[in-house]
T-cell receptor, first 114, second 112 residues
Framework: DGGITQSPKYLFRKEGQNVTLSCEQN?????MYWYRQDPGQGLRLIYY???????QKGDIAEGYSVSREKKESFPLTVTSAQKNPTAFYLC?????????????FGPGTRLTVL | LAKTTQPISMDSYEGQEVNITCSHN???????ITWYQQFPSQGPRFIIQ???TKVTNEVASLFIPADRKSSTLSLPRVSLSDTAVYYC?????????????FGTGTRLQVTL
């Protein structure tokens, strides 16, 4: 089955800790994205990558970091510098990086800071 | 990037046709219009995309007037399972660092 997976589904973190959210796709897509969604709000773009070893900041990159060492993987690290990290995090991929390409989303990771 | 404006919420009865309009006054020549659907605690799902005139697929139709400053997503005979948030996006093919956002979308509530 082709698709995009995220793990874990739920994640709890103590203040001051860094955490890494996993995102893997086997769709052979070039582009991958990370979004953050707060309750009752839309999605905001954190980072995106159009190709391996390259990525760009989105609207709200501060306090986050990413890497794209492999085409199928795009992990997101939420650092202690992120002031309000509790949110629903969604990873997506698309065949290519142009924004009209359909994005396929993973099931999401709900991060709670205790 | 073109900013979009949608109604915050809409209500409908099951079996009715629902039309959700999105305004994008400063749409650029290369911009496409894309609609996504999101259920609670899930990622959005692509519904339909268009550039001009009308596009239809098995779940929806998208109407785009000649000036392209707005678009209307039409859902025929909605059911309870169509209760979701619908997002209108406008994006182009430049591939440059972009502020692509899904906004707050339109929350559609379908009841019996």
């Amino acid at each position: 089955d082709g698709g995009i997976t995220q793990s874990p589904k739920y994640l709890f973190r103590k203040e001051g800790q860094n955490v890494t959210l996993s995102c893997e796709q086997n769709l052979n897509h070039d582009a991958m994205y990370w979004y953050r969604q707060d309750p009752g709000q839309g999605l905001r773009l954190i980072y995106y990558s159009q190709i391996v070893n390259d990525f760009q900041k989105g609207d709200i990159a501060e306090g986050y970091s990413v890497s794209r060492e492999k085409k199928e993987s795009f992990p997101l690290t939420v650092t202690s510098a992120q002031k309000n990290p509790t949110a629903f995090y969604l990873c997506a991929s698309s065949l290519r990086g142009e924004f009209y390409n359909e994005q396929f989303f993973g099931p999401g990771t709900r991060l709670t800071v205790l | 990037l073109a900013k979009t404006t949608q109604p915050i919420s809409m209500d409908s009865y099951e079996g009715q046709e629902v039309n959700i309009t999105c305004s994008h006054n400063n749409i650029a020549t290369n911009d496409y219009i894309t609609w996504y659907q999101q259920f609670p605690s899930q990622g959005p799902r692509f519904i339909i995309q268009g550039y001009k005139t009308k596009v239809t697929n098995e779940v929806a139709s998208l109407f785009i007037p000649a000036d392209r400053k707005s678009s209307t997503l039409s859902l025929p005979r909605v059911s309870l399972s169509d209760t979701a948030v619908y997002y209108c996006l406008v994006g182009d093919d430049t591939g440059t660092a972009s502020k692509l956002t899904f906004g707050t979308g339109t929350r559609l509530q379908v009841t019996l």
